[in-house]
Each structure stands twice: as structure tokens, then as C-alpha cells.
């Protein structure tokens, strides 16, 4: 790919082009932030000025309007392939600095020549405001510790669902809009817009680079050793100091702190699956909102400077990483922190202390921005895998899991249909344990800490069931949705609870007789019975768990129990 001559660019004014498009943010001298009807506007507005920028309308969102991408698409002579990066807003419309940034910005690289030429090779491609019913939600007393705007939306959307817990499980028409953008575009990187604050701090900026032992191989080498650095460095250039998002809560970071692990349920967690490069901005709640739009707008033109001078390896080494896919032999399905290898960062924080609160008359936390330091800090960015699986060559999934099978079309899953009934040697799975959150969360009560048992068997399938390679490229979303024990997976979300419940059962004064039957037909099955009711008191004074272990161990216990309804091929 042919690369221009880069200009430091993060040097002109910001809003020098304002004229004829100013956004709301700018009317207001950085206090309000645009309404969704705004936005959508300004953007329409934007594209029937300027040939480069398009808005396209793809999917609904709960809220009964659609979904709108906006591209900036400069036309080449030269036959070249674009980079491209997704930039998503207002994912919480609390949190709205990345909806104002990304409106500024693009109408900057428009009405400049010059940078609509140096992005010649980039197609920019925004979500104005993801959760378009929560920008409609408007209030002001939500974010209750946020220095501004004057106004803002909800979190939840219309079905109040956080859309940052819905990248895997797809519950809202939302996150269906929004996965159907994300493999239109494939991005090379992706930003998710966001504000946070867990603890107090100098910094406007804090940044949530996907972890890089997960994305893995050379791509995740490239994140964190060239592309977090490199950004870092260019933004300090600028009087903009950045950090890795403070994973704390309620205490003093200086004692150190560990990178944020994004499962998939999360935005950069589910794009990682796919070999995008993820970053999750992260502003200072704190600040006053004017800095924190104006730093989101300067980190978004240094993340497209990167990509403009980087646009070539990136694109090999995503390739690479694709094309990398059939020499694995085992993936990793859960992750702990590496605490043998840890970073210093050199963290500008404000001296805490714990006092006296003159509330609960107990001790609370209270930041003296009177007293800034810069410390050296442990950050502990290094993950190691935990528990791995050996990867299939297939997984078969019965037709009925229409459920599952949606969702796999949905990203563009490539599989084939049996063409006939079919009896196959499979690996299966069989649910050992597992546990169950106690409160709702996200409309779920996930499961957790999932054990099974594998056993081999022959399956018959029928015509229509799914064939599955895991030779592609969504081997990941495969893996990380398919394998039960997975944080996840589609069984601790849910997808299968139906197994989990006995649908047939005995009567035990029928029972009885059957069940002298099957002991003096199976001796060891006696001989098992006798030892478990010497070792457990409990047991041996239950004659209905004696029963019911006795039909456990029979061919009459129910097979559609606790068995996991995807199976896997391995020759």
C-alpha cells in the first residue's frame, strides 16, 4: 500500500474549520453535548455537502429507529487497499465526549484538504450513537459524579440492557445492528468511545488496549509493544498525558493495579475474536467536559496517524493471523494474571488518605488534589492461560438450536448441513458442575465455574444438522461461544438451561422392584452402592438417593440430562 508523506497534524487548532457545520459542543463553549435528532442531523447535513462522507441506515435498535453508520470514503486513482477503522459511540450515552469528538472530527478532515489527503488510504467509518435509546433517555442526574455536560442520555437502552455486556449474547437489536456493521467494515482497529472514574488522578485520558497475551501471536506483540507506546508517546508530545485504564475501585492506585481483562461479552473483547485491534477510551469522569472532548478528539487523529503510517504491517499481520488458524492445536478458554511479569508505570496520581467520613461517621476515601505526585507503580499487564482446550476439527450442532445458530450466521459462521441422517464417532461433553450468580445480571443468571466430562460415542445426527469446521476465520467467536467452560460461553449465558432440568423421572414404589433387578444384574453397581453407603452416613440413610443413584447407573436414566448438545469432531 502506497503511503503519503504523514504531517504532524495534532498541531492546528481544533475547531478551525467549525464554520457552517459548528456542533452543539462548540455553541455552547464545551458545557452541552448534541441530542440524537442533532447528531443523526449534522451527519446528513455533512454527507450532502461532502462526496467523501455517506450515512447509511443497517439495522434496527430497540428503540424502533435504526442503526446509522457514517464513512468518509476518499476515492483513489490508484488501485490501493484501505486500511479501515470503526470508531463507536455513545455504546452509554452518559458518556457522550466521543459522540461531539467524532462529529468535530470528521467534519475537520473534510473541510481540510489536506488531511482529506493524507487519509486517502483510510476509510473512517463511525457509529454516531449506538444506543439510541438511551440518548433519547435524557436527564441530567444519572452520572452522578460526572463534571458536565449539562445533559445526557441513559445508560441502559429502550430494554435497559448495558449494550457494553451484549457483544456475544446478542439479546438486543442493538448489538444485531451493530455485529452486521462490524463485519461489513472489518476493521483494523477499533475505538470504543467511553468515561470512567475508579479512583482520582491527573490524567484526562486512560486507554483499555485489548490484552495482548489474548489477542496473541505477533498481532497482540504489534498492540503492545508498538501500538500502545507509539500512541502514548505522540500524545505526551502534545501535552497529553495517557495512561492504561485504573482498574481499581475505592482504594488508592499507587499499590499498583492490573490491565483490565475484556471478555468477549465486551466491545473490544468480542472484536479481538477477529483479529481487530481494539482500544476502549476511557476520559476522566472528573474533568471538566470540554477537556475531555477535546482530548478524545486529539487521541482519535493520533490513532488515525498510526494507522496511516502502519496501515501495511497491520493489514499482514491480520493475515497472518487469519491465515495462522489451521496450525493451532490447542486454544486457551480462560486466563489469570502472569504476576511473574509485571510494567512500571509512572503513575500521576493525587496523594488519599483514608478520614473520617462526616456521613456514615466511618472511614472513607479522600483524594488532596493539592498534592499531586508521579510514583512508580506495578501494573500487572501480563495474562497466562489458566485452562486450554485441544481445538476440534468440527463441531456438529443439532438443527433445533435455532437459538445458537442465528447467532453463528450472524457472524458469518461458515458451516454445512448433513445432507443425510448420519452416525459419527464425536467427542461429548456432560455437565459435572457447575454454579449459578444469584442476582440477575444483564437478563441472565450466568452460570460459573463450569466443569464437564468428556467422553467418545456414537452420535446419530440428522439430516440438517450443522457441520462446523473450525478451519475459518471466526474460529475464535467459535471457541470462546461453543466450549461450555469458556467465561462466555453460551452455556453461561443461558443458551442451554432446557439440559439442566430433568424432563422424566421414577415413581419409587414402582422403582423398587426394577431396581433389585439392576443391582443382582450388575454387580459392581451393588458392590459401588454398598461402599458409598459405608463412606456417607448421609447417603446410607436416604433410600430415595440410593434409588435415584441406582437409576442414574441405568440405561433408564434420562440422556438428554446434564449432556451439552454440541459435539465436537476431532479426526
Not at 475508579?198 to 508498538?226: M, R, S, V
Not at 478520614?355 to 479522600?366: A, D, F, H, N, Q
Not at 508521579?374 to 435455532?402: D, E, L
Request: aromatic share 14%.
Amino acid at each position: 500500500m502506497q503511503r503519503l508523506i504523514i504531517f504532524f497534524f495534532l498541531s492546528f487548532t481544533l475547531y478551525s474549520n467549525a464554520q457552517g457545520f459548528e456542533t452543539e459542543f462548540e455553541k455552547s463553549n464545551g458545557i452541552r453535548t448534541a441530542t440524537y435528532q442533532q447528531t443523526i442531523q449534522f451527519y446528513k447535513n455533512l454527507a450532502n455537502n461532502y462526496p467523501e462522507i455517506s450515512i447509511r441506515e443497517i439495522g434496527m435498535t430497540d428503540s424502533g429507529k435504526p442503526l446509522h453508520l457514517v464513512i468518509f470514503n476518499r476515492n483513489s486513482n490508484a488501485q490501493t487497499t484501505k486500511n479501515t477503522i470503526l470508531i463507536n459511540n455513545g455504546i452509554h450515552p452518559g458518556e457522550p465526549d466521543g459522540i461531539d469528538a467524532s462529529m468535530m472530527m470528521l467534519r475537520d478532515i473534510v473541510k481540510n484538504e489536506n488531511l482529506k489527503e493524507q487519509f486517502l488510504n483510510i476509510t473512517i467509518c463511525i457509529i454516531p450513537i449506538y444506543n439510541v435509546g438511551g440518548s433519547l433517555n435524557r436527564n441530567s442526574y444519572s452520572r452522578v459524579n460526572q463534571n458536565g455536560p449539562e445533559s445526557y442520555g441513559f445508560r441502559g437502552n429502550d430494554r435497559n440492557f448495558d449494550l457494553n455486556r451484549d457483544f456475544i449474547k446478542n439479546d438486543t437489536k442493538n448489538s444485531k445492528a451493530f455485529t452486521k456493521i462490524f463485519h461489513l467494515v472489518d476493521p483494523d482497529i477499533f475505538i470504543d468511545n467511553h468515561v470512567s472514574n475508579g479512583a482520582d488522578y491527573q490524567y484526562t485520558l486512560t486507554h483499555l488496549f485489548t490484552q495482548h497475551n489474548k489477542l496473541g501471536d505477533e498481532l497482540g506483540k504489534f498492540l503492545n509493544e508498538k501500538m500502545m507506546p507509539e500512541i502514548e508517546k505522540d500524545l505526551n508530545k502534545n501535552n497529553l498525558i495517557i495512561t492504561p485504564y485504573v482498574n481499581v475501585f475505592n482504594r488508592v492506585p499507587d499499590s499498583g493495579f492490573s490491565q483490565f481483562f475484556d471478555n468477549p461479552r465486551y466491545s473490544t473483547g468480542y472484536t479481538t475474536l477477529f483479529n481487530t485491534l481494539g482500544l476502549m477510551v476511557e476520559t476522566h469522569m472528573l474533568k471538566p467536559y470540554k477537556q475531555r472532548v477535546e482530548a478524545t478528539y486529539k487521541l482519535m487523529f493520533t490513532v488515525l496517524d498510526f494507522l496511516n503510517k502502519n496501515g501495511n504491517e497491520i493489514a499482514i499481520l491480520r493475515d497472518q493471523a487469519n491465515n495462522k488458524l489451521p496450525s493451532y492445536k490447542t486454544y486457551p478458554i480462560q486466563w489469570e494474571i502472569d504476576s511473574t511479569q509485571t510494567s512500571i508505570l509512572q503513575f500521576k496520581g493525587y496523594e488519599g488518605s483514608f478520614i473520617k467520613s462526616e456521613v456514615t461517621g466511618l472511614k472513607r476515601l479522600k483524594y488532596n488534589r493539592n498534592k499531586p505526585f508521579t510514583k512508580s507503580v506495578k501494573y500487572y499487564n501480563h495474562f497466562k492461560p489458566k485452562k486450554s482446550i485441544v481445538i476440534p476439527r468440527a463441531y456438529i450442532i443439532p438443527q433445533g438450536w435455532w437459538k445458537i445458530i442465528e447467532r453463528l450466521e450472524l457472524n458469518q459462521i461458515q458451516f454445512q448441513t448433513l445432507k443425510k441422517d448420519t452416525l459419527l464417532y464425536v467427542e461429548a461433553y456432560q455437565i459435572d458442575n457447575y454454579k449459578t450468580t444469584g442476582k440477575p445480571y444483564e437478563g441472565h443468571y450466568n452460570h460459573y465455574n463450569t466443569e464437564i466430562t468428556k467422553i467418545n460415542i456414537q452420535q446419530q445426527f440428522k439430516k440438517g444438522d450443522l457441520y462446523i469446521p473450525t478451519d475459518q476465520k471466526g474460529f475464535r467467536y467459535l471457541i470462546e461461544t461453543l466450549e461450555p467452560e469458556a467465561p462466555d460461553s453460551f452455556f453461561n449465558w443461558n443458551f442451554f438451561d432446557s439440559i439442566l432440568q430433568k424432563k422424566e423421572g421414577f415413581s419409587p414404589y414402582v422403582f423398587e422392584d426394577l431396581a433389585l433387578e439392576i443391582l443382582n444384574k450388575n454387580q459392581q453397581l451393588k458392590t459401588d452402592l454398598e461402599q458409598l453407603k459405608v463412606k456417607d452416613k448421609d447417603f446410607a440413610n436416604n433410600w430415595y438417593a440410593q434409588l435415584d443413584y441406582i437409576y442414574k447407573h441405568s440405561k433408564y436414566n434420562e440422556k438428554a440430562y446434564l449432556q451439552y448438545p454440541i459435539y465436537r469432531v476431532l479426526k
